[in-house]
């Protein structure tokens, strides 16, 4: 049965004989063509589900093109034709719904895959078939030596009928006879080659051994020898041949003739030099990608001593925004533009720039004065990108974070230079961009450890990891307990306990702060209940809130949760959130907090007086308690205490009051601060002089002093 012409059958059968109409004149394959449509089919087939597959897989692109070689398609436009066959035709024909970009994004590596498997099982064929002339060159010296011997007529046949290139000199290097197949090689008479001396075929790349073996076989002193060794056309280009050079003996066995066997390995070699360089160079812009310069970047840190390698890593600034409003292919001109301008910043020897992915570029600079050249080369990097770049009519400014390391050659990887460059320009980054950082050891160190911090926060949670301190918040009027703040820990298997400072900023950037959130809520009101079922009064547990928090829309549905199954009622729960986190606050962000104080979650003000928030927003904001900030009670330590600061205290105190809020005081380390602050109206205070952080059963048991004297 036929497939349907526009069914998905029908579609890879379209491509398949679009393929083997441009691939089948260039294959050395005995098939018919419609056979051999029939063998590119089912390979076919395999493209089509790699291009809609749900994850990348390069293996079956590989398997492609190692099918391409098993059917005799050697020859280098075999590939050139079916890359831009598959380029053309694949999305095209075998594509679904999913975004254009992402299936031509999937095509090219689809492409790059296939490229290598050819490249892999055209090599794999070569040194088999170089086994083979090497095995086939011995058998052959022997039978021409007979040949020789025995008839010239049998030499003749052997000699012209030989497919691959043959040539017969003596000891002395003077050139007696050389078949017609070496005559095509050369594009050269049979006469003009016989006036020759094979010292003449000298070629500048030459390997170091290969005279050597020559003279030990001129010599007597070997019967053979192999190597790969390239001649000069007289048309100028370059002939590559495998080369095998066998020793012809007499009768006797003296010496009396050299004779060489060559095959043409020419356009496999460029082939392989095609490949190899699309393997080493970015398509888009053609300056070396991540793998040449990698290489590079190794051998220049492997150079002797006293030399030094200077790296600059580029990131650009917005370069997402371009390419979101404006579309990838105007980001992409912009990148072939940047490319262009970095090139022509590194002409000097031992210089390089490479573009490692995306909008990120690497300039490499090497010798014994890179101290100077790099920070030379990162201001013309800086100056190139001074001129905006017209694209459609706009003129685009083009600004980026530079990362400059510098430094011994010898005393670092390449992976860990790339690294401290990766670290430093992304604080060049965090410091506003449009600028060049200078690596830190130091800094280096810090990003290091953040980084692996970040990697193992979500484990962490998993494995129980985090820990929760509480530390008292006591009544000044009385010296009574009236609560608790929840304080989380991060116990690290290396780096032990770790503060909140630590670790809080890098789950608010990755996310996990909501889920650890939740965790706190959940084990701070379980606690809680444990309090109000061992103690006659109530406890209140006051749990901090991030800002990311403040925007989950679960926050509320959670807490309330959380709440239910603990049978905790909502007044023993008071939600601390930065006075930073809430200036300019619109409704929308407010209306979740407003939610909870209506159940009777109390929500307090944290670290107020340290923003600059207007004081009248107070009466909008669904607050009831404000903690005063630390410093504020600095200047209560000595006696007398500051008077302004006791001024501003006793502001704040009063306005709170006024609005109906309580005022809770952090950082009270000595009874002065605990009575002065009992005496400006004060209502809660918390601080080392009252109880450091601990375990929750200790907050009972704690020998606390007499905050009323």
Not at 547 to 559: A, I, K, S
Not at 629 to 634: I, L
Request: glycine share 8%.
């Amino acid at each position: 049965m036929s497939a349907e012409p526009d069914g998905p059958e029908g579609r890879v059968r379209r491509l398949t004989t679009i393929w083997s109409r441009a691939v089948y004149p260039v294959t050395s394959t005995s098939l018919p063509r419609a056979e051999f449509e029939e063998r590119l089919l089912p390979l076919a087939h395999r493209l089509s589900r790699a291009l809609r597959a749900h994850s990348f897989d390069a293996g079956e692109a590989r398997a492609v093109g190692a099918a391409l070689v098993e059917a005799h398609g050697t020859d280098p436009e075999v590939l050139a034709r079916t890359l831009d066959c598959v380029d053309a035709y694949l999305v095209l024909y075998c594509g679904d719904d999913s975004p254009q970009d992402q299936l031509r994004m999937r095509s090219s590596r689809l492409q790059h895959a296939m490229a290598a498997g050819y490249a892999q099982a055209l090599r794999e064929r070569t040194l088999a078939e170089q086994e083979s002339i090497a095995q086939a060159a011995l058998r052959a010296q022997g039978v021409v030596a007979e040949a020789l011997h025995a008839s010239e007529a049998r030499f003749r046949a052997v000699f012209e009928g030989a497919a691959i290139g043959i040539g017969i000199a003596d000891l002395d290097g003077n050139v007696l006879q050389v078949n017609g197949a070496l005559q095509r090689m050369f594009g050269v008479s049979e006469s003009t080659m016989r006036g020759r001396k094979v010292r003449d075929w000298t070629h500048p790349e030459d390997a170091p051994q290969t005279w050597r073996l020559y003279e030990e076989l001129v010599r007597g002193e070997r019967d053979h020898y192999h190597v790969e060794k390239a001649f000069n056309r007289t048309d100028g280009t370059a002939l590559w041949t495998n080369l095998t050079v066998s020793l012809l003996r007499d009768a006797d066995g003296t010496p009396q003739y050299q004779m060489a066997m060559l095959e043409d390995t020419t356009e496999r070699r460029l082939l392989h030099l095609r490949l190899r360089y699309e393997a080493t160079h970015d398509a888009l812009t053609g300056l070396p990608n991540r793998t040449l310069f990698f290489e590079r970047l190794e051998k220049a840190l492997a150079a002797g001593e006293g030399q030094r390698f200077g790296l600059c890593y580029l990131d650009l600034d917005g370069f997402k925004a371009i390419n979101d409003s404006l579309g990838h292919a105007a980001g992409d001109r912009l990148l072939v533009e940047v490319a262009d301008r970095l090139q022509s910043c590194t002409t000097a020897p031992g210089e390089m720039v490479a573009r490692l992915g995306g909008d990120e570029f690497v300039a490499l600079t090497t010798g014994r004065d890179t101290e100077r050249t790099v920070e030379e080369l990162a201001e013309r990097i800086g100056n190139a990108l001074l001129t905006p770049v017209g694209i459609d009519g706009r003129d685009l400014l083009v600004r980026g974070s530079l990362g400059i390391v510098e430094g011994p050659a010898g005393e670092r990887t390449a992976a860990e230079v790339l690294r401290s460059a990766d670290i430093t320009m992304y604080r060049a980054k965090s410091a506003g961009g449009n600028r060049a950082e200078l690596a830190d050891p130091e800094a280096d160190a810090r990003a290091i450890t953040r980084h692996g911090l970040t990697t193992a926060l979500p484990s962490a949670l998993e494995r129980g990891e985090f820990f929760i301190e509480y530390q008292p918040l006591v009544h000044l009027g009385d010296g009574t307990v009236s609560g608790a703040e929840a304080l989380v820990r991060w116990l690290h298997p290396q780096h032990g306990v770790l503060g909140p400072d630590r670790f809080i900023p890098l789950a608010e950037h990755t996310g996990l702060i909501v889920p650890l959130g939740r965790w706190v809520l959940e084990e701070s009101i379980r606690q809680a209940r444990a309090w109000r079922e061992k103690t006659a009064g109530p406890l209140r547990i006051n749990v901090n809130l991030s800002p990311c928090q403040l925007t989950h829309p679960g926050l509320v549905q959670d807490t309330v949760d959380i709440l239910e199954r603990a049978g905790v009622t909502p007044d023993a729960l008071c939600l601390e959130v930065t006075e930073s986190a809430l200036i300019g606050a619109d409704d929308g962000l407010l209306k979740p907090l407003r939610r909870l104080a209506e159940m009777g979650v109390d929500i307090a003000l944290d670290d107020f007086g340290t923003g600059y928030s207007n004081l009248a927003n107070l009466r909008r904001l669904p607050v009831s308690v404000l903690k005063l900030d630390r410093s504020f009670t600095q200047g209560m330590q000595q006696y007398p205490a500051d008077p302004v600061d006791l001024k501003i205290v006793e502001g704040i105190v009063s306005l709170a009051h006024s609005l109906d809020l309580a005022v809770t005081v952090e950082g009270v380390e000595t009874s002065a601060q605990a009575d002065q602050l009992r005496l400006l109206g004060c209502d809660t205070a918390q601080g080392w002089y009252y109880a450091r952080p601990g375990p929750p059963e200790h907050l009972h048991t704690l020998a606390l002093a007499d905050a009323t004297g």
